[in-house]
């Protein structure tokens, strides 16, 4: 089973981005996947989760009603599309995924993880 996330980058505060996790396994297009970011020095921490359809998602606090995680199961990618983001956003973001359909909100709750993309966020 492989992650591949994409579409970090640098932007300014106020900005947006959208964030891919493509699935290149064999893995049941239903189960939980997640997204946790560490910025440097701190703990990776979650941000967004998503169950078998769109309407299954969890949020941290921090994020929510500005980041909306969402699914698109013919492609087996997740996304995580980013809005009014601030400097408290910057870090590594990691998609995550589980071999079960219920949500997680812990890494230790995840199986195998994406390799990362970064997310810069100047003020």
């Known amino acids: 089973v492989q992650l591949q996330a994409s579409g970090g980058g640098l932007v300014q505060s106020g900005g947006s981005l959208r964030l891919s996790c493509a699935d290149s396994g064999s893995t049941s297009n239903g189960y939980a996947r997640g997204w946790f970011r560490q910025a440097p020095g701190q703990e990776r921490e979650f941000v967004a989760a998503?169950?078998?359809?769109?309407?299954?998602?969890y949020y941290d606090d921090s994020v929510k009603g500005r980041f909306t995680v969402s699914r698109d199961s013919a492609k087996k990618t997740v996304y995580l599309q980013m809005n009014n983001l601030g400097p408290d956003d910057t870090g590594v973001y990691y998609c995550a995924g589980r071999f079960s359909y219920v949500l997680g909100h812990r890494p230790i709750e995840y199986n195998y993880w994406g390799q990362g993309t970064q997310v810069t966020v100047s003020s």
């Open positions: 998503i169950g078998r359809d769109n309407d299954y998602t």
